[in-house]
């Protein structure tokens, strides 16, 4: 499977259509954009159907709208940071390490030698294609905590990642992912590595809305079995807030 390919351009996927829509009076940022996208596709304000909004606008868009499907209205508006607007993978991958070492730092002086934090930014293609696959899994998971991903929704979701993809062991993945049970244990175990439990964790940040119940106790009972330390976690959402933009 390509995951690494396909979460890339996910988290690419606001860049162009940012610059096409400046100037537009709809809510700012990647999140505006977004939620506008899954609001036509679930029939909400100022709708039309997903293939209507996103006709012409080529794999960008496409892309933006499977994004914007799996956040939802509520969730896609707080994000308009620049990691996920203009980075893709490897920017949170930076903020994982950013995160990671900033917390290795804070435990000098302890018996935990300092390493350099292998992130997904920095490793070679087969083991940062295992670290995408993780990241896409939590992220599916963090958007189904609030239950709003329906069986339409879902379909859509599926017909746009197909559109862009074009893996059909990706799209049974996916499919799969979608239509099991929320497990936060099931999610976590996809963590071989700490790093890839920071990045997983903070894929999971980004998509959730901590105002929520449900959300932020799914956010809590994933950190708990990822066994991220306190202060790990912590700085993990940390560096997460300086990333968001609040339209």
């Known amino acids: 499977m390509n995951t690494r390919g396909l979460l890339d351009q ?86 994982a390490y950013k995160a990671y070492g900033n917390w290795q730092a804070q435990q000098q002086g302890t018996a935990q030698p300092r390493v350099e934090p292998q ?39 599926e017909e746009q990642i197909g559109a862009l993809a074009n893996d059909p062991e990706l799209l049974r993945w996916l499919d799969a992912e979608l239509n099991k049970p929320l497990d936060p244990g099931e999610v976590a175990r996809a963590a071989t590595t700490p790093e890839m439990a920071a990045e997983m964790y903070i894929a999971s940040v980004l998509m959730v809305d901590e105002e929520h119940f449900m959300e932020r106790a799914y956010l809590e009972e994933l950190a708990r079995q990822l066994k991220l330390d306190p202060s790990l976690k912590a700085e993990l959402e940390a560096q997460v807030r300086q990333e968001l933009v609040v339209s």
């Open 119 to 157: 992130t997904v930014d920095r490793l070679p293609a087969p083991q940062a294609e295992l670290h995408s696959q993780a990241i896409l899994k939590a992220l599916v998971a963090a958007a189904k905590a609030d239950g709003h991903v329906d069986a339409k929704e879902r379909q859509l979701i």
């Open 10 to 95: 996910l988290l690419k996927s606001g860049q162009d259509l940012l610059q096409q829509k400046s100037g537009s009076s709809s809510p700012g940022g990647l999140g505006g954009l977004l939620g506008g996208i899954a609001g036509g596709a679930s029939g909400g304000k100022g709708g039309g159907d997903l293939g209507t909004l996103l006709k012409g606008a080529g794999g960008g868009a496409l892309a933006a709208g499977a994004l914007g499907l799996l956040l939802g209205n509520k969730s896609a508006r707080k994000l308009g940071g620049k990691a996920l607007t203009y980075g893709g993978l490897a920017a949170l991958g930076v903020i």
